[in-house]
């Protein structure tokens, strides 16, 4: 059984640009979580969707936004590149919000390098 | 605001010791805990999940133990190998999955 995949693998941008950053999710699962990890820091929730809409959002500025599509893979997208958005972005899945308590599978994350 | 803490930061030890990392948490209300290995630059793969009802799991060479009450819970790591060596997270899931700074452990040969 497939895992998390996220594409690509790493990424490099110029400050200013926009960066498209993608995920699909184990088969089966309805959520979808992103994770920022910026270096020497820890794992900072992004945003959170299950059954296409957004759950919950952590305190990132709206330049940091996403969508999840009906087949429940997501894509989260930065505009106005900072250099301090260059982190390791990661993404995890598991059965939906109305399951709780459910474990966290995560991918292997993007790195995003912002020049 | 849920806030989890880990401690220690960092740890070195040899081959074969018996270990306790330990991580705590302000808010008590969880749906469960979960510990997670992550080697550096890489993802992160989980090693046990505790339910909010239970008191431990074991996986291998690996216990955890959950106090709720306490907020508090640690994995314990038997007969370290070099191969253990890695970042370990602990994670609370409430309204959303926080998790601690980690324990970057280094086992020496």
């Known amino acids: 059984e497939a895992g998390v995949t996220q594409s690509p693998t790493h990424l490099i941008k110029t400050r200013g640009q926009q960066a498209t950053l993608r995920c699909s999710p184990i088969s089966g699962h309805t959520s979808v979580y992103w994770y920022q990890q910026a270096l020497g820091l820890g794992l900072q929730f992004l945003l959170w969707?299950?059954?296409?809409?957004?759950?919950n959002r952590g305190n990132f500025p709206p330049r940091f936004s996403g969508r999840q599509f009906p087949n429940y893979s997501s894509e989260l997208n930065v505009n106005a590149l900072e250099l301090e958005d260059s982190a390791l972005y990661l993404c995890a899945s598991s059965f939906g919000a109305g399951r709780t308590g459910e474990k966290l599978f995560f991918g292997s994350g993007t790195q995003l390098s912002v020049l | 605001k849920q806030e989890v803490t880990q401690i220690p930061a960092a740890l070195s030890v040899p081959e074969g010791e018996n270990l306790v990392l330990n991580c705590s948490f302000t808010d008590s209300a969880i749906y469960n805990l979960q510990w997670f290995r992550q080697d550096p630059g890489k993802g992160l793969t989980s090693l046990l999940l505790i339910q909010s009802s239970q008191r431990e799991q074991t996986s291998g060479r690996l216990n955890a133990s959950l106090d709720k009450s306490s907020g508090r819970s640690t994995l314990y790591i038997a007969a370290s190998q070099p191969g253990d060596s890695a970042t370990y997270l602990c994670a609370v899931s409430g309204n959303m999955l926080t998790f601690g700074g980690g324990t970057r452990l280094m086992v020496k040969p």
């Open positions: 969707y299950d059954e296409g809409e957004e759950r």
